[in-house]
Protein backbone atom coordinates (compact mmCIF):
# COMPACT_ATOMS: atom_id res chain seq x y z
CA UNK A 1 0.00 0.00 0.00
CA UNK A 2 1.26 3.27 -0.81
CA UNK A 3 1.34 5.92 2.19
CA UNK A 4 0.80 9.25 0.53
CA UNK A 5 3.17 12.14 1.20
CA UNK A 6 2.70 14.21 4.15
CA UNK A 7 2.68 17.91 2.71
CA UNK A 8 1.76 20.72 5.33
CA UNK A 9 -1.36 22.72 5.07
CA UNK A 10 0.77 25.94 4.63
CA UNK A 11 2.37 24.82 1.96
CA UNK A 12 -0.79 22.99 0.24
CA UNK A 13 -2.70 26.49 0.68
CA UNK A 14 0.09 28.42 -0.64
CA UNK A 15 0.20 26.06 -3.97
CA UNK A 16 -3.05 26.83 -4.71
CA UNK A 17 -2.97 30.75 -3.80
CA UNK A 18 0.21 30.10 -6.54
CA UNK A 19 -1.67 28.24 -9.24
CA UNK A 20 -5.05 30.60 -9.06
CA UNK A 21 -2.84 33.92 -9.28
CA UNK A 22 -0.81 32.62 -12.10
CA UNK A 23 -3.92 31.89 -13.93
CA UNK A 24 -5.70 35.66 -13.11
CA UNK A 25 -2.20 36.98 -13.95
CA UNK A 26 -2.59 35.24 -17.63
CA UNK A 27 -5.72 37.72 -18.23
CA UNK A 28 -5.72 41.40 -18.53
CA UNK A 29 -7.02 43.53 -15.86
CA UNK A 30 -9.99 45.69 -15.17
CA UNK A 31 -10.97 48.83 -12.82
CA UNK A 32 -14.48 50.35 -11.35
CA UNK A 33 -14.15 53.92 -10.28
CA UNK A 34 -16.93 55.74 -8.37
CA UNK A 35 -18.10 59.08 -10.70
CA UNK A 36 -20.40 61.56 -10.27
CA UNK A 37 -23.13 59.64 -11.24
CA UNK A 38 -22.39 56.19 -10.02
CA UNK A 39 -19.60 53.80 -10.74
CA UNK A 40 -17.98 52.88 -14.49
CA UNK A 41 -16.22 49.66 -14.92
CA UNK A 42 -13.21 49.58 -17.43
CA UNK A 43 -12.26 46.75 -19.03
CA UNK A 44 -9.39 45.94 -21.72
CA UNK A 45 -11.70 43.27 -23.47
CA UNK A 46 -11.18 42.89 -27.19
CA UNK A 47 -14.08 40.89 -27.60
CA UNK A 48 -17.85 42.17 -28.26
CA UNK A 49 -19.73 39.37 -27.32
CA UNK A 50 -17.42 37.55 -24.44
CA UNK A 51 -18.45 40.17 -21.31
CA UNK A 52 -16.35 40.07 -18.55
CA UNK A 53 -18.66 43.10 -17.10
CA UNK A 54 -22.34 42.19 -17.19
CA UNK A 55 -25.56 43.21 -14.94
CA UNK A 56 -26.89 41.21 -12.62
CA UNK A 57 -30.11 43.64 -10.60
CA UNK A 58 -31.39 46.86 -10.95
CA UNK A 59 -28.63 48.50 -9.24
CA UNK A 60 -26.25 45.82 -9.61
CA UNK A 61 -23.28 44.94 -11.57
CA UNK A 62 -20.21 42.47 -12.04
CA UNK A 63 -17.25 41.93 -13.19
CA UNK A 64 -14.68 39.26 -13.19
CA UNK A 65 -11.05 38.71 -14.43
CA UNK A 66 -9.19 35.77 -14.91
CA UNK A 67 -10.93 32.20 -16.70
CA UNK A 68 -13.40 33.35 -18.81
CA UNK A 69 -15.94 30.02 -18.13
CA UNK A 70 -15.44 30.57 -14.24
CA UNK A 71 -16.26 33.94 -13.83
CA UNK A 72 -19.14 33.66 -16.49
CA UNK A 73 -20.67 30.91 -14.52
CA UNK A 74 -20.14 32.84 -11.13
CA UNK A 75 -21.89 35.77 -12.88
CA UNK A 76 -24.89 33.49 -13.84
CA UNK A 77 -25.07 31.78 -10.29
CA UNK A 78 -25.70 35.63 -9.30
CA UNK A 79 -27.94 36.39 -11.97
CA UNK A 80 -30.54 33.49 -10.62
CA UNK A 81 -29.51 33.90 -7.04
CA UNK A 82 -30.40 37.76 -7.32
CA UNK A 83 -33.30 36.67 -9.78
CA UNK A 84 -34.80 34.62 -7.40
CA UNK A 85 -34.96 36.38 -4.16
CA UNK A 86 -36.33 39.30 -5.94
CA UNK A 87 -39.58 37.26 -7.06
CA UNK A 88 -39.75 35.47 -3.86
CA UNK A 89 -39.64 38.65 -1.45
CA UNK A 90 -39.17 42.25 -3.15
CA UNK A 91 -37.24 43.54 -5.67
CA UNK A 92 -35.83 46.32 -2.87
CA UNK A 93 -34.57 43.14 -0.76
CA UNK A 94 -31.82 42.29 -3.43
CA UNK A 95 -28.00 44.08 -2.12
CA UNK A 96 -25.02 43.66 -3.04
CA UNK A 97 -23.60 42.68 0.44
CA UNK A 98 -25.55 39.49 0.47
CA UNK A 99 -24.52 38.42 -3.10
CA UNK A 100 -21.14 39.45 -2.68
CA UNK A 101 -21.00 37.05 0.35
CA UNK A 102 -22.83 34.16 -1.04
CA UNK A 103 -19.61 34.75 -3.58
CA UNK A 104 -17.24 34.92 -1.25
CA UNK A 105 -18.56 31.58 0.49
CA UNK A 106 -18.48 29.65 -2.47
CA UNK A 107 -15.19 30.77 -3.56
CA UNK A 108 -13.67 29.73 0.18
CA UNK A 109 -15.06 26.41 -0.22
CA UNK A 110 -14.31 25.85 -3.66
CA UNK A 111 -10.44 27.00 -2.86
CA UNK A 112 -10.18 25.12 0.64
CA UNK A 113 -11.90 21.34 -0.76
CA UNK A 114 -11.47 21.31 -4.33
CA UNK A 115 -8.72 19.72 -6.31
CA UNK A 116 -8.12 23.32 -8.28
CA UNK A 117 -9.09 26.79 -7.27
CA UNK A 118 -11.32 28.99 -9.38
CA UNK A 119 -8.86 31.01 -11.22
CA UNK A 120 -10.70 34.27 -10.76
CA UNK A 121 -11.28 37.63 -9.38
CA UNK A 122 -14.45 39.56 -8.97
CA UNK A 123 -16.02 42.32 -8.34
CA UNK A 124 -19.99 43.16 -7.08
CA UNK A 125 -20.59 46.87 -7.37
CA UNK A 126 -24.23 48.55 -6.61
CA UNK A 127 -24.73 52.05 -7.08
CA UNK A 128 -27.20 54.17 -4.71
CA UNK A 129 -30.48 56.10 -6.10
CA UNK A 130 -30.50 59.93 -6.26
CA UNK A 131 -32.16 60.18 -2.47
CA UNK A 132 -29.61 57.44 -1.12
CA UNK A 133 -26.43 57.95 -3.05
CA UNK A 134 -24.37 56.04 -1.57
CA UNK A 135 -22.18 53.32 -3.89
CA UNK A 136 -20.44 49.93 -2.95
CA UNK A 137 -17.55 47.88 -4.42
CA UNK A 138 -16.79 44.03 -3.14
CA UNK A 139 -13.70 43.07 -4.28
CA UNK A 140 -13.52 39.26 -4.05
CA UNK A 141 -10.78 36.81 -4.78
CA UNK A 142 -10.13 33.33 -5.89
CA UNK A 143 -9.89 32.23 -2.08
CA UNK A 144 -13.21 33.90 -0.59
CA UNK A 145 -11.20 37.01 0.53
CA UNK A 146 -13.60 39.84 0.59
CA UNK A 147 -13.01 43.50 0.56
CA UNK A 148 -14.77 46.18 0.67
CA UNK A 149 -13.53 48.85 -1.17
CA UNK A 150 -14.45 52.69 -1.66
CA UNK A 151 -12.98 55.34 -4.55
CA UNK A 152 -11.76 52.06 -7.02
CA UNK A 153 -11.12 48.87 -7.33
CA UNK A 154 -8.62 47.09 -9.58
CA UNK A 155 -8.88 43.32 -10.58
CA UNK A 156 -6.21 41.20 -11.55
CA UNK A 157 -2.78 40.53 -11.85
CA UNK A 158 -0.78 43.78 -12.80
CA UNK A 159 -2.75 45.92 -9.78
CA UNK A 160 -0.35 46.95 -8.39
CA UNK A 161 0.40 49.60 -11.12
CA UNK A 162 -2.81 50.29 -11.77
CA UNK A 163 -3.38 51.04 -8.73
CA UNK A 164 -0.63 53.12 -8.29
CA UNK A 165 -1.89 55.28 -11.02
CA UNK A 166 -5.05 55.92 -9.51
CA UNK A 167 -3.79 56.33 -6.29
CA UNK A 168 -1.81 59.50 -7.91
CA UNK A 169 -4.82 61.03 -10.54
CA UNK A 170 -8.30 59.91 -8.49
CA UNK A 171 -10.52 62.72 -7.21
CA UNK A 172 -13.92 62.01 -6.34
CA UNK A 173 -16.97 63.69 -8.66
CA UNK A 174 -14.75 62.51 -12.12
CA UNK A 175 -17.78 63.04 -14.87
CA UNK A 176 -18.08 59.87 -16.95
CA UNK A 177 -16.03 60.92 -19.76
CA UNK A 178 -12.89 61.71 -17.13
CA UNK A 179 -13.47 58.82 -14.82
CA UNK A 180 -13.40 56.30 -18.11
CA UNK A 181 -10.31 57.86 -19.50
CA UNK A 182 -8.61 57.61 -15.84
CA UNK A 183 -8.98 53.97 -16.13
CA UNK A 184 -8.03 53.62 -19.75
CA UNK A 185 -4.53 55.72 -18.58
CA UNK A 186 -4.67 53.36 -15.13
CA UNK A 187 -5.32 50.32 -17.32
CA UNK A 188 -2.40 51.16 -19.86
CA UNK A 189 0.18 50.71 -17.12
CA UNK A 190 -0.10 46.82 -17.10
CA UNK A 191 2.49 46.90 -20.08
CA UNK A 192 2.52 50.27 -21.10
CA UNK A 193 1.18 49.87 -24.77
CA UNK A 194 -1.84 52.32 -25.60
CA UNK A 195 -5.23 50.28 -25.32
CA UNK A 196 -7.14 51.63 -28.40
CA UNK A 197 -11.23 52.43 -27.66
CA UNK A 198 -12.21 49.35 -30.13
CA UNK A 199 -10.37 47.02 -27.13
CA UNK A 200 -12.13 48.35 -24.53
CA UNK A 201 -15.13 47.01 -22.54
CA UNK A 202 -16.91 49.46 -20.57
CA UNK A 203 -20.31 49.34 -18.06
CA UNK A 204 -21.49 51.83 -16.18
CA UNK A 205 -23.93 51.53 -13.34
CA UNK A 206 -26.06 55.24 -13.13
CA UNK A 207 -27.57 56.34 -10.51
CA UNK A 208 -29.91 58.36 -12.06
CA UNK A 209 -31.52 55.82 -14.63
CA UNK A 210 -34.56 54.75 -12.96
CA UNK A 211 -34.95 50.98 -12.25
CA UNK A 212 -32.23 49.11 -13.97
CA UNK A 213 -28.96 51.33 -13.51
CA UNK A 214 -26.57 49.28 -15.28
CA UNK A 215 -25.96 50.08 -19.01
CA UNK A 216 -23.12 49.46 -21.65
CA UNK A 217 -21.24 51.95 -23.53
CA UNK A 218 -20.08 51.47 -26.67
CA UNK A 219 -18.94 52.89 -30.02
CA UNK A 220 -19.21 55.62 -30.88
CA UNK A 221 -20.34 57.40 -27.52
CA UNK A 222 -17.03 55.46 -26.21
CA UNK A 223 -14.85 57.33 -28.56
CA UNK A 224 -16.58 60.65 -28.08
CA UNK A 225 -16.16 60.35 -24.14
CA UNK A 226 -12.68 59.58 -24.59
CA UNK A 227 -11.97 62.40 -26.46
CA UNK B 1 -28.59 36.68 8.52
CA UNK B 2 -27.11 33.26 6.78
CA UNK B 3 -27.24 34.34 3.07
CA UNK B 4 -28.92 31.87 0.38
CA UNK B 5 -26.13 29.69 -1.41
CA UNK B 6 -25.18 30.79 -5.09
CA UNK B 7 -27.19 27.93 -7.20
CA UNK B 8 -25.53 25.60 -8.95
CA UNK B 9 -27.02 22.85 -11.09
CA UNK B 10 -25.29 19.70 -12.90
CA UNK B 11 -24.79 18.98 -16.36
CA UNK B 12 -27.97 17.83 -17.49
CA UNK B 13 -30.12 19.75 -15.11
CA UNK B 14 -28.97 23.40 -15.87
CA UNK B 15 -32.19 25.52 -16.21
CA UNK B 16 -30.37 27.76 -19.06
CA UNK B 17 -31.78 31.09 -19.72
CA UNK B 18 -35.34 30.40 -18.08
CA UNK B 19 -36.12 31.76 -15.19
CA UNK B 20 -39.76 29.22 -15.26
CA UNK B 21 -37.07 26.21 -15.11
CA UNK B 22 -34.88 28.24 -12.46
CA UNK B 23 -38.10 28.08 -10.33
CA UNK B 24 -38.91 24.46 -10.78
CA UNK B 25 -35.44 23.46 -9.97
CA UNK B 26 -35.24 25.08 -6.61
CA UNK B 27 -38.55 26.73 -5.22
CA UNK B 28 -41.42 24.81 -6.84
CA UNK B 29 -43.88 25.83 -4.31
CA UNK B 30 -43.84 29.84 -5.79
CA UNK B 31 -44.79 28.81 -9.19
CA UNK B 32 -47.96 31.26 -10.04
CA UNK B 33 -50.96 28.80 -9.48
CA UNK B 34 -49.20 26.17 -7.45
CA UNK B 35 -51.87 24.21 -5.66
CA UNK B 36 -54.72 25.23 -7.33
CA UNK B 37 -54.51 22.39 -9.31
CA UNK B 38 -55.25 20.06 -6.65
CA UNK B 39 -58.42 21.89 -5.31
CA UNK B 40 -60.97 19.40 -6.17
CA UNK B 41 -64.30 21.11 -4.58
CA UNK B 42 -66.98 20.65 -7.20
CA UNK B 43 -67.79 23.95 -6.98
CA UNK B 44 -65.90 27.37 -6.04
CA UNK B 45 -66.71 28.19 -2.25
CA UNK B 46 -66.43 31.84 -2.88
CA UNK B 47 -66.17 34.13 -5.78
CA UNK B 48 -62.74 34.63 -7.98
CA UNK B 49 -61.88 38.09 -8.41
CA UNK B 50 -61.73 38.86 -12.60
CA UNK B 51 -60.52 41.51 -14.53
CA UNK B 52 -62.16 42.20 -17.74
CA UNK B 53 -61.78 44.46 -20.37
CA UNK B 54 -58.16 44.58 -22.29
CA UNK B 55 -57.47 45.75 -25.98
CA UNK B 56 -54.57 46.09 -28.20
CA UNK B 57 -54.47 48.50 -31.12
CA UNK B 58 -51.54 48.56 -33.84
CA UNK B 59 -51.48 51.69 -35.49
CA UNK B 60 -49.00 53.89 -37.87
CA UNK B 61 -45.98 53.71 -35.24
CA UNK B 62 -46.63 51.28 -32.87
CA UNK B 63 -49.26 49.64 -31.00
CA UNK B 64 -51.70 51.17 -28.11
CA UNK B 65 -52.74 48.95 -25.06
CA UNK B 66 -55.73 49.72 -22.92
CA UNK B 67 -57.57 48.24 -19.86
CA UNK B 68 -60.83 49.44 -17.83
CA UNK B 69 -59.73 49.66 -13.88
CA UNK B 70 -62.95 47.23 -12.63
CA UNK B 71 -62.38 43.89 -11.08
CA UNK B 72 -65.45 41.81 -10.35
CA UNK B 73 -66.19 39.26 -7.49
CA UNK B 74 -69.06 37.33 -9.12
CA UNK B 75 -71.62 40.43 -9.17
CA UNK B 76 -69.45 42.61 -6.82
CA UNK B 77 -67.15 44.95 -7.58
CA UNK B 78 -63.69 43.92 -6.28
CA UNK B 79 -61.72 46.99 -7.18
CA UNK B 80 -62.73 50.39 -8.95
CA UNK B 81 -58.69 50.86 -9.85
CA UNK B 82 -56.93 47.98 -10.51
CA UNK B 83 -54.82 48.18 -13.43
CA UNK B 84 -54.27 45.10 -16.09
CA UNK B 85 -51.86 46.61 -18.45
CA UNK B 86 -48.22 46.22 -17.87
CA UNK B 87 -44.88 46.63 -18.98
CA UNK B 88 -42.99 43.14 -20.13
CA UNK B 89 -39.63 44.80 -20.71
CA UNK B 90 -38.62 48.03 -22.06
CA UNK B 91 -40.36 46.76 -25.54
CA UNK B 92 -43.46 45.05 -25.13
CA UNK B 93 -46.44 45.25 -23.13
CA UNK B 94 -49.05 42.69 -20.96
CA UNK B 95 -52.48 42.98 -20.79
CA UNK B 96 -54.31 40.49 -18.70
CA UNK B 97 -57.98 39.66 -18.40
CA UNK B 98 -59.52 36.45 -16.29
CA UNK B 99 -58.47 35.37 -12.48
CA UNK B 100 -56.74 38.23 -11.17
CA UNK B 101 -54.39 36.72 -8.58
CA UNK B 102 -52.99 34.21 -11.36
CA UNK B 103 -53.46 36.75 -13.52
CA UNK B 104 -51.11 39.31 -11.34
CA UNK B 105 -48.70 36.14 -10.79
CA UNK B 106 -47.93 35.43 -14.28
CA UNK B 107 -47.26 38.99 -15.35
CA UNK B 108 -44.79 39.49 -12.60
CA UNK B 109 -43.26 35.81 -13.47
CA UNK B 110 -43.37 36.88 -17.18
CA UNK B 111 -41.36 40.19 -16.45
CA UNK B 112 -38.59 38.37 -14.28
CA UNK B 113 -38.28 36.07 -17.19
CA UNK B 114 -37.74 38.56 -20.38
CA UNK B 115 -35.29 40.27 -18.08
CA UNK B 116 -33.93 36.88 -16.50
CA UNK B 117 -33.18 35.57 -20.22
CA UNK B 118 -31.35 38.92 -21.22
CA UNK B 119 -28.97 39.14 -18.05
CA UNK B 120 -27.93 35.79 -18.82
CA UNK B 121 -27.87 35.13 -22.77
CA UNK B 122 -26.43 39.05 -23.00
CA UNK B 123 -29.36 39.74 -25.53
CA UNK B 124 -32.66 39.99 -25.46
CA UNK B 125 -35.08 37.68 -27.27
CA UNK B 126 -36.92 38.38 -29.88
CA UNK B 127 -40.45 39.61 -29.93
CA UNK B 128 -41.99 36.22 -31.50
CA UNK B 129 -39.46 34.29 -29.15
CA UNK B 130 -41.13 36.79 -26.04
CA UNK B 131 -44.66 35.84 -27.11
CA UNK B 132 -44.29 32.30 -27.11
CA UNK B 133 -42.66 32.18 -24.15
CA UNK B 134 -45.68 33.95 -22.67
CA UNK B 135 -47.84 31.11 -24.38
CA UNK B 136 -45.61 28.62 -22.10
CA UNK B 137 -46.89 30.33 -19.05
CA UNK B 138 -50.69 30.34 -20.15
CA UNK B 139 -49.94 26.46 -20.60
CA UNK B 140 -48.54 25.97 -17.30
CA UNK B 141 -51.53 27.85 -15.50
CA UNK B 142 -54.42 24.92 -17.82
CA UNK B 143 -54.42 22.60 -14.57
CA UNK B 144 -55.63 25.98 -12.66
CA UNK B 145 -57.96 27.63 -15.45
CA UNK B 146 -59.95 23.76 -15.33
CA UNK B 147 -60.41 24.97 -11.97
CA UNK B 148 -61.62 28.48 -12.88
CA UNK B 149 -58.39 30.01 -12.75
CA UNK B 150 -58.52 31.66 -16.08
CA UNK B 151 -56.03 33.67 -17.27
CA UNK B 152 -55.87 34.96 -20.57
CA UNK B 153 -53.44 37.67 -21.41
CA UNK B 154 -52.87 40.03 -24.82
CA UNK B 155 -49.17 40.44 -25.66
CA UNK B 156 -48.00 43.60 -27.98
CA UNK B 157 -44.75 45.19 -28.64
CA UNK B 158 -42.63 46.45 -31.18
CA UNK B 159 -40.83 44.51 -33.05
CA UNK B 160 -37.24 46.20 -34.10
CA UNK B 161 -36.18 43.73 -36.60
CA UNK B 162 -39.22 44.19 -38.77
CA UNK B 163 -39.76 47.88 -37.63
CA UNK B 164 -43.63 47.82 -36.50
CA UNK B 165 -46.26 47.19 -33.65
CA UNK B 166 -47.06 43.42 -33.64
CA UNK B 167 -50.04 41.86 -31.12
CA UNK B 168 -50.64 38.75 -29.87
CA UNK B 169 -53.54 37.06 -28.35
CA UNK B 170 -54.03 33.32 -26.17
CA UNK B 171 -55.98 30.84 -25.39
CA UNK B 172 -56.85 28.78 -22.26
CA UNK B 173 -55.07 26.13 -23.60
CA UNK B 174 -51.35 28.52 -24.19
CA UNK B 175 -52.74 28.75 -27.96
CA UNK B 176 -50.88 31.61 -29.87
CA UNK B 177 -52.37 33.74 -32.28
CA UNK B 178 -50.80 36.62 -34.12
CA UNK B 179 -53.36 39.44 -34.86
CA UNK B 180 -53.11 41.18 -38.36
CA UNK B 181 -54.57 44.64 -36.57
CA UNK B 182 -56.13 44.72 -33.26
CA UNK B 183 -57.87 42.25 -30.18
CA UNK B 184 -59.77 42.87 -27.62
CA UNK B 185 -60.29 40.51 -24.55
CA UNK B 186 -62.58 39.56 -21.17
CA UNK B 187 -66.08 40.11 -20.61
CA UNK B 188 -66.74 43.57 -22.59
CA UNK B 189 -64.59 42.24 -25.42
CA UNK B 190 -66.82 41.94 -27.95
CA UNK B 191 -68.79 45.60 -27.20
CA UNK B 192 -64.95 46.82 -27.30
CA UNK B 193 -64.11 44.97 -30.71
CA UNK B 194 -66.55 46.08 -32.52
CA UNK B 195 -66.44 49.27 -31.87
CA UNK B 196 -62.73 49.04 -33.28
CA UNK B 197 -63.46 47.24 -36.06
CA UNK B 198 -65.73 49.94 -37.20
CA UNK B 199 -62.81 52.80 -36.80
CA UNK B 200 -59.21 51.08 -37.69
CA UNK B 201 -57.84 51.80 -40.51
CA UNK B 202 -53.86 50.86 -41.66
CA UNK B 203 -51.97 53.62 -40.79
CA UNK B 204 -53.66 54.67 -38.00
CA UNK B 205 -52.07 58.12 -36.43
CA UNK B 206 -51.42 57.73 -32.86
CA UNK B 207 -53.47 60.51 -31.15
CA UNK B 208 -56.61 58.44 -33.30
CA UNK B 209 -55.29 55.06 -31.94
CA UNK B 210 -55.83 56.03 -28.32
CA UNK B 211 -59.61 58.07 -28.66
CA UNK B 212 -60.31 55.09 -30.51
CA UNK B 213 -59.21 52.76 -27.68
CA UNK B 214 -60.91 54.91 -24.74
CA UNK B 215 -64.33 55.14 -26.65
CA UNK B 216 -64.05 51.48 -27.07
CA UNK B 217 -63.44 50.88 -23.71
CA UNK B 218 -66.41 53.30 -22.88
CA UNK B 219 -68.37 51.11 -25.47
CA UNK B 220 -67.51 47.57 -23.52
CA UNK B 221 -68.57 49.98 -20.02
CA UNK B 222 -72.06 50.96 -21.58
CA UNK B 223 -72.82 47.42 -22.40
CA UNK B 224 -71.48 44.70 -20.05
CA UNK B 225 -71.73 45.19 -16.08
CA UNK B 226 -68.24 44.00 -15.42
CA UNK B 227 -66.31 46.66 -17.24
CA UNK B 228 -65.51 49.83 -15.77
CA UNK B 229 -66.38 53.19 -17.38
CA UNK B 230 -64.71 56.57 -16.87
CA UNK B 231 -64.79 57.19 -13.07
CA UNK B 232 -66.04 60.86 -13.01
CA UNK B 233 -66.24 61.56 -9.42
CA UNK B 234 -63.25 60.02 -8.39
CA UNK B 235 -61.29 60.44 -11.33
CA UNK B 236 -60.46 56.79 -12.36
CA UNK B 237 -59.91 56.48 -16.02
CA UNK B 238 -59.00 53.65 -17.81
CA UNK B 239 -55.02 52.62 -18.30
CA UNK B 240 -53.77 53.35 -21.56
CA UNK B 241 -50.15 52.66 -22.99
CA UNK B 242 -48.29 53.37 -25.86
CA UNK B 243 -45.70 50.98 -27.16
CA UNK B 244 -43.27 52.38 -29.88
CA UNK B 245 -39.84 52.38 -31.34
CA UNK B 246 -38.67 53.88 -28.04
CA UNK B 247 -40.41 51.51 -26.43
CA UNK B 248 -43.36 51.42 -23.58
CA UNK B 249 -44.51 54.30 -22.00
CA UNK B 250 -47.92 55.02 -19.72
CA UNK B 251 -50.09 57.65 -20.75
CA UNK B 252 -50.16 60.38 -17.82
CA UNK B 253 -53.62 60.13 -15.92
CA UNK B 254 -54.25 63.38 -17.09
CA UNK B 255 -53.95 63.01 -20.54
CA UNK B 256 -56.36 60.45 -20.11
CA UNK B 257 -58.76 62.41 -18.07
CA UNK B 258 -58.97 64.94 -20.71
CA UNK B 259 -59.68 62.60 -23.70
CA UNK B 260 -62.17 60.65 -21.39
CA UNK B 261 -64.08 63.94 -20.85
CA UNK B 262 -64.38 64.64 -24.45
CA UNK B 263 -66.79 61.63 -24.00
CA UNK B 264 -69.25 63.51 -22.58
CA UNK B 265 -70.03 65.71 -25.98
CA UNK B 266 -69.41 63.02 -28.05
CA UNK B 267 -72.12 60.78 -29.45
CA UNK B 268 -71.32 58.21 -26.53
CA UNK B 269 -74.11 60.71 -24.82
CA UNK B 270 -76.66 60.06 -27.28
CA UNK B 271 -79.69 61.91 -27.15
CA UNK B 272 -79.28 62.51 -23.15
CA UNK B 273 -79.41 66.09 -22.50
CA UNK B 274 -76.29 67.61 -21.04
Known amino acids: MNMPFYVSPEQVMKDRADYA??????????????????????????????????????????????????????????????????????????????????????????????????????????????????????????DGTMMDEHRFSVLGGQAEAIRAILERDYEPDLDLGAAITLGTKALQAEDGDPIEASALEVGALERSRPRRAFRRIKQPELETLLG | MNDAPLPFFGA???????????????????????????????????????????LAVRYEGGVVMAGDRRATAGHAIASRRIEKVFPADEHSGVAIAGAAGPAVEMVKLFQVQLEHYEKVEGEQLSLEGKANQLSQFVRANLPAAMQGFVVIPLFAGYDHRRNRGRVYSYDATGGRYEEL?????????????????????????????????????????????????????????????????????????????????????????GGYPA
Open chain 2, 12 to 54: GHDPGPSFLELLRAVAPHALPGAGLERLSSPEMPFEVTHGTTV
Open chain 1, 21 to 142: RKGIARGRSLVALEYDNGIVIVAENPSRTLYKVSEIYDRIAFAGVGKYNEFQMLKVAGVRLADMKGFQYSREDVDAKGLANAYAQTLGQVFTHEMKPYEVEILVAQVGTPEHPNNELFHILY
Open chain 2, 181 to 269: DFQTNGSGSVHARNWIKTGWREGLPVEEAIDLSLRALFAAADEDTGTGGPDLVRRIFPMVAIIDADGFRELPADDIAARSEALLTGPER
